[in-house]
Nanobody
Framework: VQLQASGGGLAQAGGSLRLSCAAS????????VGWFRQAPGQEREFVAA????????YYDDSVKGRFTISRDNAKNTVNLQMNSLKPEDTAVYYC??????????????????WGQGTLVTVSS
């Protein structure tokens, strides 16, 4: 599976951005997809994830109520709608695909495939 993240850019605090993760490969629908982010000098941290059937989604507490993850298996895409952005959301955002067990869904080690990252900058 090859992943490509897009949609990053500059937003003002309180604004919105929509990230997309496009995948190649017919097995994409069999993978859990997660979004992670990494700020300069920081470790990669979990943002959100969606299981293969979209019935189960997971969010870090820091983004609950502001971000929404969704997937369209027919189009091999997973989107992350980010609303009410804050300066602390500034980071490079990565999408990953894998088959993590529940205890690993928020860990980068749970994902075998990664996109190249897209930069999100939120100004105050």
């Amino acid at each position: 599976v090859q992943l490509q993240a897009s949609g990053g850019g500059l937003a003002q605090a309180g604004g919105s951005l929509r990230l997309s993760c496009a995948a190649s490969g017919r097995t994409f629908s069999t993978y859990t997809v997660g979004w992670f982010r990494q700020a300069p000098g920081q470790e990669r941290e979990f943002v959100a994830a969606v299981r293969i059937d979209s019935r189960h989604t997971y969010y870090d507490d820091s983004v609950k109520g502001r971000f929404t993850i969704s997937r369209d298996n027919a189009k091999n895409t997973v989107n992350l709608q980010m609303n009410s952005l804050k300066p602390e959301d500034t980071a490079v955002y990565y999408c990953g695909a894998g088959r993590p067990i529940l205890s690993s869904i928020s860990r980068p080690s749970g994902y075998a495939y990664w996109g190249q990252g897209t930069l999100v900058t939120v100004s105050s």
